[in-house]
């Protein structure tokens, strides 16, 4: 079992930052590719960003390229997500989640946190 908890999110107007945190307990963090989601309301849950276990690798959603970046501490088995120039289309509930390997694919990952709502306003 992985236990993940999500941090850092808010209240923040167009342009701005946030920094979302996903710390980890349990198995082995190392051991877990980790993905980043979002959730609007009314519609499904979406790929934003996923980190390799080593943290050599990153991909990330069109929408989210060149303005939000994952990176990972094995040492403290966190992973974060830096969101700048935020959007209010960036409006949702981010997850963190952990995969035996890097994908896309919300159905691919084993272990998920509660959520973290983040808000833009225009």
């Known amino acids: 079992q992985v236990q993940l908890v999500e941090s850092g999110g808010g209240l923040v107007q167009a342009g701005g930052s946030l920094r979302l945190s996903c710390a980890a307990s349990?198995?082995?963090?190392?051991?877990?590719?980790m993905g980043w989601f979002h959730q609007a309301p009314g519609k499904e849950r979406e790929f934003v960003a996923v980190?390799?276990?080593?943290?050599?690798?990153?991909r990330y959603a069109d929408s989210v390229k060149g303005r939000f970046t994952i990176s990972r501490d094995n040492a403290k088995n966190t992973v974060y997500l830096q969101m700048n120039r935020l959007k209010p289309e960036d409006t949702a509930v981010y997850y963190c989640?952990?995969?035996?390997?890097?994908?896309?694919?919300?159905?691919?990952?084993?272990?998920w946190g509660q959520g973290t709502q983040v808000t833009v306003s225009s």
């Open positions: 980190i390799s276990r080593s943290g050599g690798v990153t």
């Open positions: 349990g198995r082995t963090f190392s051991g877990y590719a």
């Open positions: 989640a952990a995969a035996t390997f890097s994908s896309k694919v919300s159905t691919d990952y084993n272990y």
